[in-house]
């Protein structure tokens, strides 16, 4: 069976492709590279293009014989969809549905969608579990939400296949050459920062968390990457015909304890400069968002393998030096 993945140039992406090729899958690649990188693909035949594109995509679906879809292709930047929410709604609402509408008329079978802890918002729980309310605090967020509705309801009307994975705060790298380069998500953030000599930020100081900065469920990368895998397996063998899904480790760390680690692997801890600074929340963070990941353990037997400090590690091993 042949699987599209969108966005498999990407950080993710990558990591996903790589993994499902491991389990013997057969993979094309979509991806515009607006973020993705050429070179991640390896020798999966990559496409370059959108989603939003419908005309690209029935006949990559065509050529290729697929019949599966996991799709990560997202604009993903919580501050920025706040800024730009046009572009979050084109991009991850539009972009969704074209590729539906192609899907369906395409013969393709089973759909993962690349979901997100942010379709919860900020929930008043120490544990997020699917039954938990939805109510997203940013446009990122509400795009997901509107994601999951739009798979489901095309699923109840075509009778598609489909898992939504709402993972939560990915961090880490299989290989050095899978690393994350981008600068919104925590970690590379803060290497970033460190690799010029700079001072850590930390956003917000004042939540009403234990030590008043935002408590996150980081999980590993490949273990995102296995979850992608077992809906994928479970969706094509037919035992699962849908499926909302949290993948995490349920467990808390605060930015302040995650910011620590990353000093001590990187070597500055007992460096003054590297020191956190405080600056303003962000518009749209929530304080605590924790998983609680049962559910994804019950249906696939799917567990997260990977502590905090291995995703550290993992992560600067593949951080580019000067």
Not at 17 to 22: D, E, G, H, Q, S
Not at 51 to 60: E, K, Q, S
Request: glycine content about 10%.
């Amino acid at each position: 069976m042949t699987w599209l993945v969108t966005g498999g140039a990407g950080y993710i992406g990558a990591h996903v492709v790589t993994a499902m090729r491991a389990a013997g899958d057969d993979v094309v690649v979509l991806d515009d590279l607006s973020t993705g990188e050429e070179h991640r693909a390896g020798d999966v035949p990559l496409v370059v293009g959108s989603t939003l594109d419908g005309d690209l995509v029935r006949g990559v679906l065509a050529e290729h014989g697929v019949r599966g879809i996991v799709h990560l292709a997202a604009k993903k930047a919580v501050e920025e969809s706040v800024r730009e929410p046009l572009r979050y709604y084109r991009e991850n609402v539009e972009g969704l549905r074209a590729l539906l509408e192609a899907a369906t008329s395409s013969g393709v079978e089973s759909f993962v969608f690349s979901s997100s802890a942010a379709v919860y918002g900020a929930p008043d729980v120490d544990l997020v579990d699917e039954s938990t309310p939805c109510r997203p605090v940013n446009p990122y967020g509400r795009t997901k939400l509107i994601g999951e509705q739009l798979v489901g309801d095309v699923a109840a009307a075509t009778g598609l296949r489909y898992a939504a994975l709402r993972y939560f705060n990915v961090a880490g790298c299989a290989t050095p050459e899978l690393g994350d380069r981008g600068a919104t998500n925590l970690v590379p953030m803060v290497f970033e920062r460190l690799a010029a000599r700079q001072a850590p930020v930390i956003f917000g100081d004042d939540y009403p968390t234990p030590d008043g900065t935002c408590v996150r469920d980081f999980v590993h990368v490949s273990d995102i990457a296995s979850a992608h895998v077992a809906a994928a397996r479970a969706l094509a063998d037919g035992g699962v015909t849908e499926l909302i899904a949290n993948v995490g480790r349920g467990a808390g760390v605060s930015v302040r304890e995650m910011v620590s680690i990353v000093r001590d692997v990187t070597g500055t801890a007992d460096d003054a400069w590297a020191e956190p600074v405080v600056r303003p929340r962000r518009p749209g963070d929530p304080p605590r968002v924790v998983a609680a990941a049962d559910t994804i353990a019950q249906v696939l037997g799917w567990r997260a393998q990977h502590g905090v400090r291995a995703m550290v590690e993992s992560a600067w091993a593949g951080w580019p030096r000067a």
